[in-house]
């Protein structure tokens, strides 16, 4: 029965470890060009409806995509820092959970003393970090 609950701590670990990969592949490109047309679209409706003079009209969309591109640019460039702020976080647990798996490995190779040495499918109490 404890085998089961262990196996199943495993699995949501290596759950995790996957999760850790969908977060360097998410993508980010599309941020900038739906700020823009959303919020453009929102104030060329606006001013169509106000009647504002076609001259004026075309300067506010064009002021307006220039102004949102550069507040779309900022947010992707934002966004994408932190992705990668929580890459490396997730890569550095990872790794120190690998290393504190080795060395619970080497020391129950170390108590055994004897010449036996200890399986890969071996649970180990630093497996059950996380």
Do not use: C
């Amino acid at each position: 029965m404890s085998t089961d609950i262990e196996n199943s701590e495993k699995n949501e670990n290596l759950e995790k470890f996957d999760n850790i990969e969908a977060i360097k592949q998410i993508n980010t490109k599309l941020i900038t060009p739906l700020i823009v047309l959303s919020a453009t679209s929102v104030i060329a409706i606006f001013t169509y409806f106000k009647r504002y003079p076609v001259g004026d009209w075309f300067i506010i969309v064009f002021a307006s995509v220039v102004i949102f591109l550069i507040i779309g640019s900022i947010t992707e460039k934002m966004i994408t820092r932190f992705l990668e702020i929580n890459y490396e976080k997730a890569m550095a647990e990872k790794a120190e959970a690998e290393r504190i798996a080795e060395e619970a490995r080497a020391a129950m190779e170390a108590e055994a003393g004897d010449g036996t040495q200890v399986s890969e499918n071996q649970d180990f109490p630093a497996d059950n970090i996380f």
